[in-house]
């Protein structure tokens, strides 16, 4: 059975830092493209970051220059490395792994960025 689970949310102040970890298991086989999205109340979800298997990646325009996406050594690892944190970036982030004819999620980790 799949399953996504991410850590690393919390509470932090604006202009704070933080760091989240996804970790994919029941899959044999390297993930080609890994992900994370994000939900603000209200809204619609939303891309933040993916990153394919060969280290290309793509971001939203909102978090250029400020988050960095990454993989990590062991096989269907992703990390979101969050800098200079707004309180617009408040919300519950969801680590995403398309697989076969399936779109897997994490449960979500609440970011919440105070002023």
């Known amino acids: 059975q799949v399953q996504l689970v991410e850590s690393g949310g919390g509470l932090v102040q604006a202009g704070g830092s933080l760091r989240l970890s996804c970790v994919a298991s029941?899959?044999?086989?390297?993930?080609?493209?890994m992900g994370w999205y994000r939900q603000a109340p209200g809204n619609k979800r939303e891309l933040v970051a993916r990153i394919t298997s060969g280290g290309s990646t793509n971001y939203a325009d909102s978090v250029k220059g400020r988050f960095a996406i990454s993989r990590g050594n062991a096989k269907n690892t992703v990390y979101l490395q969050m800098y200079s944190l707004k309180p617009e970036d408040t919300g519950v982030y969801y680590c995403?792994?398309?697989?076969?004819?399936?779109?897997?999620w994490g449960q979500g980790t609440q970011v919440t960025v105070s002023t």
């Open positions: 995403h792994a398309p697989f076969g004819f399936t779109d897997y």
């Open positions: 029941g899959i044999a086989v390297n993930i080609s493209t």
